[in-house]
Nanobody, 126 residues
Framework: QVQLVESGGGLVQAGGSLRLSCAASGRTFSTYIMGWFRQAPGKDREFVAAISGGGVSTYYVESVKGRFTISRDNAKNTVYLQISNLKPEDTAVYYC???????????????????WGQGTQVTVSS
């Protein structure tokens, strides 16, 4: 089991930046593949990015490449999502997620994660 707590959301003007954080409980954080999802009002939850347990591999959906950066600090049990050049369409609740295991390709294909945080709101004003 792992518990996830996101922070760092807020109201920001278009063109600005934010860094979201997700703190995880437990002593085996490095064994989890971590992901970020977002859900805009009236829309389905969208997979945004993922990072492997050791942080060597990362993945981004096409729509956020170049603006979003996922990273992790296993010593701090924390994963980050740096968002730059924010756009109004980035407005959403952002969720951190975790799944145990090493099958990177399977996780990217299935996009199934086992543990979720409560979400943090990001609102981008135009």
């Amino acid at each position: 089991q792992v518990q996830l707590v996101e922070s760092g959301g807020g109201l920001v003007q278009a063109g600005g930046s934010l860094r979201l954080s997700c703190a995880a409980s437990g002593r085996t954080f490095s064994t989890y593949i971590m992901g970020w999802f977002r859900q805009a009002p009236g829309k389905d939850r969208e997979f945004v990015a993922a990072i492997s347990g050791g942080g060597v591999s990362t993945y981004y959906v096409e729509s956020v490449k170049g603006r979003f950066t996922i990273s992790r600090d296993n010593a701090k049990n924390t994963v980050y999502l740096q968002i730059s050049n924010l756009k109004p369409e980035d407005t959403a609740v952002y969720y951190c997620a975790a799944t145990y295991g090493s099958n990177w390709d399977h996780v990217l294909k299935s996009r199934r994660f086992d543990f979720w945080g409560q979400g943090t709101q990001v609102t981008v004003s135009s």
